[in-house]
């Protein structure tokens, strides 16, 4: 744990100078952004090179890449702001100690209630493979279909602390959670502190909104439990039908779990940094937020920058943007276009001219007419936003002509059961106030005696949306057009283009969505979303917050109630932290990192087979009872003690879980797990067949296996021999 913490701040250190070179406009000097920009120059390296051969030399280079660019920037005599690398400092270790206390409490990879044995397998793998991408666990001889960046990452900092991967995958957790919270600090506070307001108060908040805060869901369950019986019944009752929780959880205060608040709108899962972390999985959606808000620096970066610095505007565009995009799109493909897009959305809302980064652009200066002016912008920001994506393409072409392309049985869905009105509020009620209050005071200056005409329009947007039975877009959609309006108006700040970039989110998945095997209608598709939608409005909610000026009431000390509310609010969001961490904490048994402590107690024996299968080099191919959902056994199927062979060594198994139809497609995935029952139940002939085209070098025979293929015998195949066996595993080496 210590290294791990002292490895994250010697990259905060050796960063600071390239952020600082970067992000020289920000009050911060990209202090907060110095732990993913010194990551991002880190792995690009490795990640080209790991193509030809991946090992520790690859390392080293990649090392020696960062060392020799921080070398370069800080040469150039930066300024560094001391006092906010000492802040960041601090929101950083109060980030990585909270998850580390998390996970102490809770360290285990268990197959129900997440991804981790997907997770960890790609940890393992990662560690095992001599060459990118990585075997595919699941699916033995191909290569890894699956966005694998941040377990490169996780596995690049295992490799340079000599961490076991065990104790590894939870303090990787930790390392991600504090460069995410920092990030918002130092992104919030410059933002606010362009526009002469406190740093600290901004940065904290939106530290806190980002790391801390949660939807209502947890508020309401005090409430309501708080009720007289039969009032309580009734509004949970009431709640229930309108969204996805349960009655019954809403009315008794001791059933408030940390899971419950993550499944409030229908047929969705609509997660938040706090739910993820404690969750504990080391995935994609979670693993890419800190990159998330280093594109979102480097767009406020764009955004703050003069007309007259050209190069420097068309540097951060063209060059800096598209490398930190491109890992973006290995760590979490889902957040490739939403970095594309926030980058669009500086370049259209600047006060500088859009079509002056385009080389060779031949359109002209602003024209007369406000539409053609706006038209012209537009356009512009669109070619931008073209040219981004297809440099950033170019930074990670292995991955775009190879694991991005290689899915199968996917394909845009539309019109999907929308939203409703209560369980959207529940969600994201809090942040949409804060915005409203927000740009509801700029908005009052600004039109002025249109302000009617404005808020007549605005009732008519929420008229029609709740008549189509699109309640988000009612509730969204205003404050869209209104922060679009202010931003065109420069009368508001970068806070705003977060603001936009959110709601655009928020409406597209309320109307397009990905069709895959992941989850039925749009489930993964919000899943994947509104994590991205969180951190980027929770990151402007802090620095609106202190943006907000108090009306002037008679008689009323103004700023005095202002304050107050503002306590409600945080009390507020962090009801569910403090009831739910309690809880976490109380429940422990055991204090300790080791993700591998309760298949030590649950299944011992198997673990000491699946130990010796560890120790032997390569990545031997293995088979094993595949995950499946078609099995007849229901404990073989997904989200059970199954490939845990695989997931806990990182050794490819021939057919691994379900997960593989949506990477591989129906047929392959079933031709697969046919071969496996072969291989377990065929003849001498049959199996010796298929273990030779397949190149399996061990086979597990353990309760799985028997319990689909009975009383499992290879009397009869020759080239097997008993390389491992106990009470419960035999593991057959194939000579």
Known sequence: MVSWWVLFLILAGIGLPIAATVFAGLPDRGAGLAVPTAIVVLILPIYWLGHLTYNGIVIGIGVLVLLGTSYWCWSKGPSIDRRRVREVAVVFTAGFGLVVAIRAADPSILPAGGEKFLDFGLLNAILRTDQLPPEDIWFAGEPVQYYYGGHLIAGVLTELTRTPPRYAYNVALAGFFGSLVAAAYGLAGSVAARHGHRFKPAGAFAALFVGVASNLVAVVQVVVAALPVGIGEGISRWLAERTALEAGRLTAFDTLTYWTSSRVIRGTINEFPLFAWMNGDLHAHMMSTPFLLLAAGLALA?????????????????????????????INTWSFPSVIGVMGLALLFSPTDPWTVVPMSRFGRSQPSTWRNEARRVLAAFVGVVAIAGVSILWVLPFFIG???????????????????????????????????????RARSQFGDRTGQVVLAIGLVVIVSMIANAAAVAVVLPILGVAWVLLRRDSA??????IVAGAGLVLLVEFVYLQEQAGPGRMNTVFKTYMQVWVLWATAAGAAIVRIRPPTLPSIDASMVARGLVAVLVVAVSVYGGITLGIHFGNASTVTLDATTWAASAHSEELAAIHYLDEQPGQPNIVSAPGCWCNSVESTRPYRWVNAPSSFTGIPTLAGWSHEVGYRGQEPYDARVEDVRTIYTGTPE???????????EYIYVGPNERALYGDVSFEGVEGLSVAFDNEVVTIYRVT
Do not use: C, K
């Not at 420097?312 to 930190?324: D, E, I, K």
């Not at 700040?493 to 977060?498: H, K, N, P, Q, T």
């Open 686 to 696: 049959q199996r010796r067949s298929l273990l030779d085209r397949y190149d399996v």
């Open 302 to 330: 764009y955004f703050v920058t003069d007309e007259g610095a050209l190069r420097r505007r068309r540097f951060l565009v063209f060059g800096a943007v598209p490398p930190v995009a491109g890992l973006i799109a290995v």
């Open 403 to 441: 694991p991005a392309t290689g899915a199968s049985g996917r394909s845009i869905g539309l019109f999907p059961g929308r939203s409703g009105l209560v369980e959207f509020l529940l969600v994201y009620g809090w942040l949409l106030l804060v915005f409203a209050l927000y740009l509801g005071d």
């Open 493 to 498: 700040g970068f806070e705003s283009v977060l």
